[in-house]
């Protein structure tokens, strides 16, 4: 097995508070509470949570925007932590990102051919001449045509914004993408078209994926790993096609329930008992519907589970 | 009925002349029903809910007949609108915080319905915003009562503003995209939470959307619009197992089933919706639908009724329902 | 700016349209008088001091003989002159310098607005004073002032913008794809911030105009025989019963100028900022 082209290793990232009072002692977050995860070329990793679970905070370490408290983001082997900026600006070319506002990632005042190049401005040895038939061929790769880049971004609709940002995220042909919330901001039926999109970029550019979501049906058409996210820590890590189908931590099957479906009648929600917020024990153990007493002592930890799945709770589901 | 809307069309000012959004759209709904409305952008849903609200922007024009509660809406001026807003009819918005003051605490905005509409005391109209709060199954109302709108989480907010709905009784309910800013999770407690408050209250529900899925699960029929005008509507069992319209079932087949084989190709419909609903004649899916011919552009859409209750407005769909 | 937004509607486009034409005449009067007057503004003419507006004198002379109307051409210059390089100074400082306290944060975001504040607890008159009390009276000083007093107030609104952008995703973005803190500055912040820098220069314009003609009046700015507007007022003092024309000229003077420079603030930020927060 070849080493993976991202490997992420004990991944910490607290945040500090304000202070409530002048002398009161200062409060932390651990938005990122020990994640650990490899993904290997050409394969697509995802992760699903909801807001507050970390994942937007793990996206931005991976991509090296913020530096992590404790733990390893390792990208082609090498550790982007310890990289001197000149060497970290050049390997950026390498991994790319698509953030979720279409109407906030792309600067109101250039034109799109400026954004989507912008990239390249990192790659000294790209020429002018160069840039401008780079910029159409990641136009093109999107489905917008050479007369769209001399336009602004107000000219185009959410979709076409993304696309644009998907141009951007591609133009230094990457080998890593991280995808944070691509499609959330999107009307369903235009989600379509960009998951297609991305779905035809893997196949034809060989890109990785880290995608990043709530939407789990999003994540499961793209991904062919899946991690769930909880309160800064992964609960549960699987093949998609299994763990979305047979979930065995309560809170992935909560996630699946909670997506709308078409087919089925939806089973009729419980809401659990009130429960103190507890600091030991597990964290999902306040809303979760099968807590025991155990669960409210002891947090458990990421155990196998068999055929590379893993989960961190006391009683999975399914036996 | 409740609400009976016939023939209803909006035309906005825009630097060209007058531009109609909402072509001849009619429906009705029973007290305590759920309604559903699905649409892309610039379906004209939106414009749809405002008309009911009287909230269109200045220079809208509004044709057609809104009957609510027996009165003609279009014929009452502001300040009876006024009167019915917050009080009968009552609307909850897609982004929480900018519909929320951010400099007001909660507690006095769920209040002020009640100070305004039924002449409550400050004190007791607090009372009750806290009883709201609690109703609509927000943990420690109090707490939230006291608290700014910052303070709170996105779906903590949204139940506020039901809250802040709810606090007059109102017989019809209109939500806006009330969850596409909130996570998967939160948005089916919340979706539940109207669904329930509904039928407790004998309130009719009015929802606006633009994830199918979404509203075949919380109403009882439904109605899909694209560029300004009705393209199906009835029952959701109905449409959603015996979809007749072209963008209906294009919308069904869009979403990605969880299960399904990893990398199939969705089926995504190519091209983009008008900005805006022109001056057209015909159909205004014509061309993005995979079944245009010339008369879906030159033609005015027939309202074709071929099971109870259930409607489209195709010309490729005959008076049985079937493709032609 | 593009030149629909001349074709503004509304009250919005008729304040920028009547704002540029104000400052358009400031300008041309002031260009006008670097190559002609009806007089020479300084001419001294004791004999024919004081005398009515007729058509050999389109608005009387003062009491030393001197041609009015040349003299508030001339003086048209220094209060452009002020204008322009104090709120130049104030820009070029106070943009840097707010710059680099959004960018930094922290102890140096802190450092840079407490030494606003400071500069911004002494108005310009009071440092003017204290400049011509050391380096004697002059236009020169007087500039030097006001640019100073400037610099503050730019530096803060620079700041409080430049964070709301720096807010924004785009640059984050702009990180992402390797741009170094210089690159997000130039290529993003800046024309973001520009619309609201562009509008409160021209309102810190109108603020030097006013300035100025105070410290002239005091006789701390323009020395004569340089005209000024100021100066002119003060002069006026001693003629008020007599001829109290003479302050209402100079002063209708100023006034127009800032209420032009105030328009073209308020239209300038219309026609900028719905622009470009306009989605297709």
New interface residues.
Partial sequence: MSAPLLEVVDLVKVYALARPAWFAPRPYRRAVDGVGFGIEAGRSFGVVGESGSGKSTLARAVMALERPTAGVVRLEGRPLDDLPRRELRAMRAHFQMIFQDPYGSLDPRQKIARIVAEPLAALAHVGRAERAGRVEEALGAVGLGAADAQKYPHEFSGGQRQRIAIARALITRPRLVVADEPVSALDVSIQAQVLNLMSDLQREAGVTYLFISHDLAAVGHICDEIAVMFHGRFVETGPSAALLGKPAHPYTRELVDAAPKLAETPLPPSEPPPRPDATTGCPYAARCLYAQPRCLEEAPSLRPLGEGRRVACHFPLGG | MLLEVSGLAIDLPSPAGARRVVHDVSFSLAAGESLGVVGESGSGKTMTALALMGLLPDGAVVSGAVRFEGLELARLGEAEMQRLRGDRLAMIFQEPMSALNPLQRIGAQVAEPLVLHRAMAKAAAWAEAVRLLDRVRLRDPERIARAYPFALSGGERQRAMIAMALSCGPKLIIADEPTTALDVTVQAKILDLLASLGEQSNMATLLISHDLAVVARHCRSVLAMYGGTLMESGPVDAVLRRARHPYTRALLEARPRPGAPRGERLRAIAGVAPPSASALVGCPFAGRCPLTLDVCRTTPLPTIEFEAEHRVRCHRVDAEGRLT | MSASALETRGRAGASLRLGLAVVAALLGAAALSLVWTPYPPDAIDVPHKLLQPSFAHWLGTDGLGRDVASEILAGARVSILVGVIAVGVGLVFGVALGLVAAAAKGLVEDAIMKLCDFTFAFPALLSAIMLTATYGPGVVNAIVAIGVANVPIFAKLTRATANVVLA???T?????????PL?VAF??VL??VAPALIVQATIQFAVAILAEAALSYLGLGAQPPQASWGRMLSDAQGWMYVAPRLAVFPGLAIALSVLGLNMLGDGLRDALDPR?????
Avoid at chain 3, 174 to 179: D, T
Avoid at chain 3, 276 to 280: E, P
């Fill in positions: 924004r995703e785009f984050l973005a702009a990180r992402a794809a390797g741009r170094g690159g290529d993003h024309p973001n470009l927060r306009a989605r297709g």
